[in-house]
C-alpha cells in the first residue's frame, strides 16, 4: 500500500513529460527511520535483513525503480552502526546497485553534521563531508544560518585528502543532471511546465480536488443501529478541541490550525468542520458549539459550557483527536508533528474524561477524530454509537458535514492498524517487525488494517482465479464478484491477501497482494479484476542474498479488510525452470 501511494506522489509529482520533469519527487526517509523522535539525531536503528528487504526497503524500491523518482532523502538516524547519510549499503550497493538510481541523493536539514557531532563517526565537518560523499550524499541541505552548511567543509577536506575533487565533480554531475531535466538551463518556452501560470494554483478545480481527497481518506469506524447518517434537521451540539480550527500559515507546520497536517501550505478560503456542519444545517436545523477542553487541558467553565450545550441537543458531535500544529509543541500528548511525537496511543485524558462525561446526558454522541496516526479508543469504540476516523481533513473540513449527513456515501479504509494498547507492541526502539503491523501481529486489533464501514452493505459472492498455477515470474487476474445489497449507491473497496500454506521459513501471517476502489449500484452486482503479478509473493533468501518466490500452495483470500475475508482460492507457486 505504501508503495502504491508513493508511486502516485512521485508520477503526480514529476509528470509524464517524455524531455523534463515538472518537479523532482524526493522520497524519504532512506532507510528505517527513525527511532523514537527525540533521539532521531542519536538513535542506532537495526533490522535483520529479512525485515530490510520485506517491510523496510519495497516502498522505496518501488518510488525508484517503478516510479522513477529523481531524488531520495536520506535518514539523521543510523542503520547498523553507519549514518543513513553516510551509508555505501543504502546509497551505493542497493539504491544505486540494485535499483540503478540515476538522480541525486541529499540530506534531511544538514543531516551530514550529524555524522560527527551527534554519531560520533568523524571528527569534524571536514572528515563527516568526505564520508558523506565518497559514499553517495550528492547534496547537503541547509544554509549556515539554520545550523546547515556543513559542506562547506569539502574544500578542507579535499585539501587534506580526506576526499577528492572526483567524488565532488561526481555528486556535482548527478545534481546538474536533475537541473537539466527540470529545464532550468533551457529556453523557457521549450520547457512545458515552464509555461503552468501562477493562477493554476488554488483554482476551484484544486478546491474540488481536496474536498473529493477529504471524502475518499474518511474511515467509517463503528456505526451501531445507523446513527448515522445524522436527519439534518433538530439541534446538533458540536463539541471539542478539533471543531473550530483556526487556519494560519506555520513554517514547518501549520500555526493555529489542527486540520492541515504538518508541512502545508494554506489555502485561501478554507473550511473548518464547525462551519461544515453549521453550513450543512443552515435554516434547517440548530448547532450549538463548545470548545469543552483544550487538546490536552480541561477546566470548570469550558466543561460546563459543553455539559450546557449537550443537554439542548437531540445529538452530540464531538471533534476530537491530535495535531499537527505549531501548538501541538506545549501539548505533547496530543502532537503529531516533526520533532514532537504524541506520548502513547490513548486520547489525552482530558479528551476521554470529556466524552465519558457528556455520555453521562445519555445522548447519541458521534465520535470524529482529527488525527494522523493509531489511537488506542478502546472505552469509545465499546460505549458509543459513530465513531469517524476524519484523519486531517484539509482545506475542505465540511466533508465531514458531507459524511455525517449522508451527502457522501463512506468507503474509506484504514491504511494503518488501531491497536488495543500500547503494551501489545514491543518498545518503539525496536525495529523487528515481529507482532508489528497486520502482517505480523498476533493479537486482536482494536480496528484491522482495511477495516471501514459503509451506509449500505456489500456481499461477497465468488472469488476465482484465471488459473490456478502460476510462475514466478507471471502475473494472474483475481476476479471478486461483489453485490450492493443496501439501498445506496456506493464505492467498495475489495481487497486481496495471500497468506503462505506450508512456507519453508517464517512468513507475514498476510499480505496486501491487490486491492481496487469500485462505485457499486444500489442492488448491482460487479465483477471486480486485480491483476496479481506472483512477485508480490517473494520473500527475502537469507543464503542467496536475494528474492525468491517459494513453490507450494498460497491461500489466496478477497473481503473489504483484513480481518474479514470471506471468500477465499488456492493459488499453486510452480518452478519457473
Known sequence: LTARMGIAYVEGLQGKDPHYIKTVATPKHYAVHSGPESLRHVFDANANDQDLWETYLPAFEATIVEGKAWSIMGAYNRFRGES????????????????????????????????????????????ASARAIKNGMDLCMGGMSMGGGTYMALTE???????????????????LNVRFRLGLLDPLDQVAYAQIPLTACDTPENDALALECARESMVLLKNTENLLPLAKKGTVAVIGPNADCEFERGWMGTGQSTQYGNYSGAASHPINVLSG????????????????????????????????????????????????????????????????????????????????????????????LLNGSSLSINWEAENLPAILEAWYPGQRGDAVADFLF????????????????????????????????????????????????????FDYQKLTLSSPTAKPDETIIATVTVRNSGKRDSDEVVQLYATAIKPPVSMPLRQLIGFKRETIKAG???????????QLLRRWDDVAKRYVVDPGAYRIAAGPASDQAPLDAELVIVSSK
Open 406 to 457: 449522508g451527502d457522501y456515501n463512506p468507503a474509506g479504509r484504514l491504511p494503518i492498524t488501531f491497536y488495543r494498547n500500547d503494551s501489545d507492541l514491543p518498545p518503539f526502539g525496536d525495529y523487528s517487525m515481529a507482532n508489528r503491523t497486520y502482517r505480523y501481529f498476533t493479537g486482536k486489533p482494536l480496528f484491522a488494517f482495511g477495516h471501514g464501514l459503509s451506509y449500505t452493505t
Open 524 to 534: 448491482e452486482t460487479k465483477t471486480v479484476e486485480i491483476a496479481v503479478p506472483a
Open 84 to 127: 543513513c547519510s553516510s551509508s555505501q549499503l543504502l546509497l551505493n550497493d542497493i539504491l544505486r546497485g540494485k535499483w540503478g538510481f540515476k538522480g541525486y541523493v541529499i540530506s534531511d536539514m544538514d543531516s551530514v553534521s550529524d555524522i560527527w557531532a551527534s554519531h560520533k563517526l568523524e571528527k569534524n565537518a571536514a572528515g
Open 277 to 368: 456542519i453549521r453550513r450543512k444545517l443552515e435554516g434547517v436545523g440548530k448547532v450549538l458549539y463548545a470548545k469543552g477542553c483544550t487538546l490536552t487541558r480541561r477546566d470548570a467553565k469550558m466543561t460546563a459550557e459543553a455539559l450546557a450545550a449537550a443537554e439542548q441537543a437531540d445529538t452530540i458531535i464531538m471533534v476530537m483527536g491530535m495535531s499537527a500544529s505549531d501548538l501541538a509543541n506545549r501539548e505533547p500528548e496530543a502532537s503529531e508533528k516533526e520533532g514532537s511525537n504524541k506520548t502513547g496511543f490513548a486520547l489525552p485524558a482530558a479528551q476521554s474524561d470529556l466524552i465519558r462525561e457528556i455520555a453521562k446526558t445519555g445522548k447519541p454522541i458521534v465520535l470524529v
Open 157 to 175: 577536506a579535499v585539501r587534506n585528502g580526506l576526499c577528492t575533487e572526483a567524488d565532488v565533480d561526481r555528486a556535482l554531475a548527478r545534481s
